[in-house]
């Protein structure tokens, strides 16, 4: 059975880099594309960066210019990287894997 386990995360503070990392386990190799969404306390969930199996990869608003995603296609796994870190990232991370398979989170909090 398919599953996504997310890592990394917990209490940092602003101006140090985030590391995340995601494992889709129970599958022998995926074609689909995976990626980073994250929900802020009474916010909606909003994406963050996308990465296909050829390494094309694509972010969004809110972390573009401060974020890297990168895939590794044998382990099935991917890693996103957030630098200069705000209070505003703070949140619940997911990891995701088209086209509707999500990770349980990890929370993620960024002290001024």
């Known amino acids: 059975q398919l599953r996504l386990v997310e890592s990394g995360g917990g209490l940092l503070h602003q101006g140090e880099s985030l590391r995340l990392h995601c494992a889709a386990t129970?599958?022998?190799?995926?074609?689909?594309?995976m990626g980073w969404y994250r929900q802020a306390p009474g916010q909606e969930r909003e994406f963050l960066a996308i990465v296909s199996l050829d390494g094309t990869t694509n972010y969004g608003d809110g972390v573009a210019g401060r974020a890297t995603i990168s895939r590794d296609n044998p382990r099935n796994t991917i890693d996103l990287v957030i630098d200069n870190l705000k209070p505003e990232d703070t949140g619940v991370y997911y990891c995701?894997?088209?086209?509707?398979?999500w990770g349980p989170g990890t929370q993620v909090t960024v002290a001024s």
């Open positions: 995701h894997l088209l086209p509707d398979n």
């Open positions: 129970g599958i022998q190799f995926t074609l689909a594309a």
